[in-house]
């Protein structure tokens, strides 16, 4: 029950903050932590959990006050499966799109950042790629294997689809060594991430606003 009262919080808040916003016609969502998705997560690691923000989304969409949505993102991965449904749902969305990485993108908030029609990322933060694992038991057969290159190119069709980055690039950097400690993959810092196309531009907070603004006023005309 605590759990339920703590999560039925979360989405409160993330209503009002909604209305607030709804007064400027710009609504700011924050995906941060681990994004949870069919499998629980412990109650002390903090989490988005992507069915609440699901139907968020699409409420946004439907909402003729929000006319631009602001998406905020310092994620630590989190749940594959979740990470792309929240993802197709912004790339399909016509309210005007802008996210900001702030902190960290790492993994599956790779595709979140550029799903957005317009994304950021602040000089201090940094994208990590790698490819995907898979964590406990794992069945060893040609099939395991076969399902995760499949799942690997799903992200990687979704990025490269919704980036200026080349496919090799963004493999070769997936699958980098000698980077990160007991891993593979690329740590990637703001002005990196925006030369190789990873990330439309280097920007801040009033960067991302004044291009959402912009759009709402192009589209008034």
């Known amino acids: 029950m605590d759990e339920e009262n703590a999560v039925q919080t979360e989405l409160s808040e993330l209503e009002r903050l909604g209305s607030a916003g709804a007064e400027s ?7 941060v932590g681990q994004i949870e998705g069919h499998t629980l997560l412990p109650a002390n690691v903090k989490t988005t959990k992507y069915e609440h923000l699901m139907p968020l989304l699409a409420a946004i969409e439907e909402s003729p006050e929000i006319r631009g949505l602001l998406i905020l993102l310092n994620t630590v991965g989190g749940d594959i499966e979740a990470g792309l449904a929240l993802a197709e749902l912004i790339a399909g969305m016509k309210t005007p799109t802008a ?3 702030l902190g960290g993108g790492h ?11 317009r994304s950021f990322i602040a000089p201090s933060a940094a994208m990590t ?7 406990g038991v794992v069945i060893g057969v040609e099939q395991t294997y076969s ?20 496919e090799v690039r963004l493999r070769e950097l997936m699958l980098r060594t000698g980077e990160l400690a007991g891993d593979v993959g690329s740590v990637l810092e703001g002005p990196e991430a925006v030369s190789l196309g990873l990330i439309d531009a280097l920007g801040t907070l009033s960067d991302a606003l004044g291009w959402l603004h912009g759009q709402i006023a192009a589209g008034e005309k």
Do not use: K, M, N, W
């Not at 790629?129 to 964590?135: A, D, F, G, W, Y």
């Open 147 to 166: 399902y995760l290159r499949r799942v690997q190119d799903r992200i990687t069709g979704f990025i490269t689809a919704h980036a200026a980055i080349e």
């Open 107 to 117: 993994s599956i908030g790779v595709p979140l950042a550029v799903a957005a029609q």
């Open 129 to 135: 790629l790698h490819p995907v694992r898979l964590s």
């Open 99 to 101: 996210s900001l990485v």
């Open 25 to 31: 016609g710009i609504h700011c969502l924050s995906i």
